[in-house]
Structure formats: structure tokens, C-alpha cells
């Protein structure tokens, strides 16, 4: 069974920084790699970043380029955040990629498997 968990959301003003993370397992890790999603209210979800385990490059959306920055650490995938905008807001999801299917792109439907996902809130 595969498991992801993300924490760390809240409520942060404009511009200041917070950092989410996605726990999951060796076994987990081992056989997928991880995703960023979030989704707005009234919206649907929508990348932020991805790792490409195809090429091992990281890909960032526009949006979120030179603010955002995803690392690796034993068995947590975090996504640093910095210079946080109001519309950064929304509910933020780790999804797991199976490895065995070749990276095509940055999109929901390619992740099989979603933790329960953690708000994030920039507001003043």
C-alpha cells in the first residue's frame, strides 16, 4: 500500500516562507517519484512541481519558478516556498508517479496515488 502524507500548511502572510512536507516510505520512494499539486477553491488541481525520474531533472510551473524549490531527504520530499503570493493559496497535494511508466508531464491524471493534502493560506 502506498502512503503519502503531507503537513506543514497554515497560514503565512505575503512574503514570508513555509515548508511542506510529503512523508512517505523507502518502498514507496523506491518505486515512484513525487509530485506537487495544488488546488484552489472552485478550481481544479493544478501542477506545481514535478520530478522527471525519466531524465532526473525537476520540473517548476511558471507560477512558482525561483520561489519554489523541491528536495529529497531519507524518505520526505519537501517543497520549499519563499516569497509567498496570495494566490499561492490553496490545498497542496504529494502525488506518486510509478517509475515503471515513462515521465510525460506535469499532470494530475499521471499520479496514481495522493495524500490527504495540507492548506496552505497567504493572507495579510
Known amino acids: 500500500q502506498v502512503q503519502l502524507v503531507e503537513s506543514g500548511g497554515g497560514l503565512v502572510q505575503p512574503g514570508r516562507s513555509l515548508t511542506l512536507s510529503c512523508s512517505s516510505s523507502?518502498?514507496?520512494?523506491?518505486?515512484?517519484?513525487i509530485g506537487w499539486f495544488r488546488q484552489a477553491p472552485g478550481k481544479g488541481r493544478e501542477p506545481v512541481s514535478c520530478?522527471?525520474?525519466?531524465?532526473?531533472t525537476t520540473y517548476y510551473d511558471d507560477s512558482v519558478k525561483g520561489r519554489f524549490t523541491v528536495s529529497v531527504a531519507g524518505n520526505t520530499v519537501y517543497l520549499q516556498m519563499s516569497n509567498l503570493k496570495p494566490e499561492d493559496t490553496g490545498r497542496y497535494f504529494c502525488?506518486?508517479?510509478?517509475?515503471?511508466?515513462?515521465?510525460?508531464?506535469?499532470?494530475?491524471?499521471?499520479?496514481?496515488?495522493w495524500g490527504q493534502g495540507t492548506q496552505v493560506t497567504v493572507s495579510s
Open positions: 502525488g506518486a508517479h510509478p517509475k515503471h511508466v515513462p515521465f510525460r508531464g506535469c499532470v494530475w491524471n499521471s499520479y496514481d496515488w
Open positions: 523507502r518502498w514507496t520512494l523506491d518505486r515512484h517519484s
Open positions: 520530478i522527471n525520474h525519466s531524465d532526473g
